[in-house]
DNA sequence: AGACAGACCTGTGAGC
DNA sequence: TGCTCACAGGTCTGTC
């Protein structure tokens, strides 16, 4: 589900309800998420101050003033904002509950997302550590992809989701943005010019930005931190669109598997 | 080092 | 109606 849009997304959703508010409970009503949420977690934040709600790749940190709490969303998890009490559902697995009485409530039935503890210093945290720069910083440009890639000879679908090399892009916005840079999924990412990986980053920047304006991409279940579906699903060119005539050239958009991820793309237009 | 398959988990929609 | 199968926004882990 969710990719880099989407969980900013969110985050500026919760937020407001978060930052400058005192932890008053966490509630876990099922800690088996990916990995287990820490079960000293309901102490440790119980009566921490948020001090700010930000984001590092595709995982939402929650600072406080005793460490930094770290939200993955996995596939199909959300988290939204419920300014009255409303009974759990199934999938409802835990609520961080603010002395103001706001409920930020994180629902995920695949149970691949996370709630994790940093510590101090979220930055040297084994999911954090490795990444790579932040697409829309300005660490991240085309000369960044090109001199990574040399030597490389996997397809640059796979090298540019490749969260080492640049975080947030997934499978929905890596088809989008090879698509309007015109590169082919599957060209091994060691033999594409310096200049079409500027364009891809530029692309890249681009699709994002747009998508985080329009409030993220919603093709089943995702939704913003007041529970509402995003709307840059309608701006998709290639993503779920087989068989459907590319807006360029009008040929079939083709789907096929590349890195086990169903990959959109036009062979007519990307080379 | 890097490329690839497999793993984790539940829900949904298509086809029979 | 109900069964089975393929597939879904992520990414870590193990093997070659």
């Not at 948020?50 to 998890?77: C, E, N, Y």
């Not at 904002?81 to 039935?109: C, N, Q």
């Not at 699903?233 to 079939?252: F, H, I, W």
Request: proline fraction near 6%; aromatic fraction near 8%.
């Amino acid at each position: 589900m969710p990719e880099l849009p989407e969980v900013e997304t969110t985050r500026r959703g919760i937020a407001p309800y978060l930052e400058g508010q005192a932890v008053q409970s966490l509630l876990v009503r099922e800690s088996r998420l990916r990995w287990p949420i820490p079960a000293h977690l309901t102490s440790t934040l119980a009566g921490a101050q948020v001090l700010q709600v930000s984001r590092r790749g595709k995982f939402l940190l929650i600072q406080t003033d005793r460490g930094t709490a770290l939200s993955h969303l996995g596939m199909s998890g959300s988290l939204r904002v419920l300014t009255r009490p409303e009974a759990p559902e199934k999938h409802d697995h835990f609520d961080l509950i603010t002395d103001a009485g706001s409920i930020i409530r994180y629902r995920d039935p695949r149970r691949f997302g996370a709630l994790l503890w940093a510590g101090e210093d979220h930055s040297t945290h084994p999911m954090i550590a490795r990444m790579g720069p932040e697409p829309l910083s300005d660490d991240f440009d085309g000369q960044h992809l090109f001199a990574h890639s040399r030597g490389r000879k996997g397809a640059v679908k796979n090298f540019i989701m490749n969260g080492e090399i640049v975080v947030g892009v997934g499978n929905i916005y890596a088809c989008e943005s090879l698509f309007s840079a015109a590169i082919h999924p599957r060209r091994p990412a060691g033999r594409i010019s310096l200049a079409r990986y500027e364009l891809l980053a530029d692309e890249i920047k681009k699709v994002l930005a747009k998508a985080i304006e329009m409030g993220g991409t919603t093709l089943r279940d995702f939704v913003n931190g007041s529970g509402q579906a995003g709307y840059f699903k309608q701006s998709l060119n290639v993503y779920d669109r087989e068989g459907q005539p590319c807006v360029g050239c009008a040929k079939p958009i083709r789907r096929e598997v590349i890195g086990q991820r169903s990959t959109y793309f036009c062979a007519g237009c990307q080379r």
